[in-house]
């Protein structure tokens, strides 16, 4: 794959400033985590909920397994610019209430529409090009850009985390607008926003 010199160097600055944050969160994540990342930043949830409360008990089993990490990170998803992630463990510390909790995650997950797949290739491939110049530090890059990119030739565009990830890192998460971040727990992200002397590294 070679480097698409025509793209904007802004984009690709932001998109770098998204790999040094989730490699300084998560030093071996997949390419396909960092994938699951910037969809969810375009999409927010990836699928919609046609069955309420199946998704209400597959919370609260979620939470009645899971032990609290004490993670207090609002992550921003992707480029940071509309969806974030809030740690379930705020729910089981007592930080945040588990129904104002959950119906915020509901009405958002209500609210998602389906992407235009043909436009979001187009997207993630700007992404991945940029991504390419740093593969390096990115595990699994070549198996997991033909598995996107065959998914996405397929019409699909939700992927899970690498089984790396869910075994070291133990992801427990929903994904809300930055707005119902601000309401449910008033911590600003830490934000993608990083300036240029901070990425000497790349």
Sequence with gaps: ????????????????RVLKYQLERYPFLSLVDIYKSFFQDAFGPEHLLFD???ARESFKYELEAM???GCRTVE??????CFCRIPMDLVIDGIIDEGNYFSAFLAGASAFKNPDVGIWKQTWCCILEVLDMKREFIQDFW???????MALEKG?????H???????????YRIFTMEQQRELYPQPPKTNKTDRENL???
């Excluded at 794959?1 to 770098?16: C, G, H, I, K, S």
């Excluded at 921003?76 to 610019?81: E, H, S, T």
């Excluded at 699909?156 to 899970?160: G, I, K």
């Excluded at 690498?162 to 427990?172: G, I, W």
């Design 1 to 16: 794959m070679q480097r698409n010199e025509q793209a904007p160097n802004d984009f690709e600055m932001d998109v770098l």
């Design 52 to 54: 309420p409360e199946k």
């Design 67 to 69: 032990k609290t990490r």
């Design 76 to 81: 921003p998803c992707g480029m940071g610019i």
């Design 143 to 149: 198996k997991d850009s033909e598995l996107i990119l």
């Design 156 to 160: 699909s565009w939700a992927l899970n």
């Design 162 to 172: 690498s089984s790396r990830y869910r075994e070291l890192y133990d992801p427990h």
């Design 200 to 202: 000497c590294w790349l």
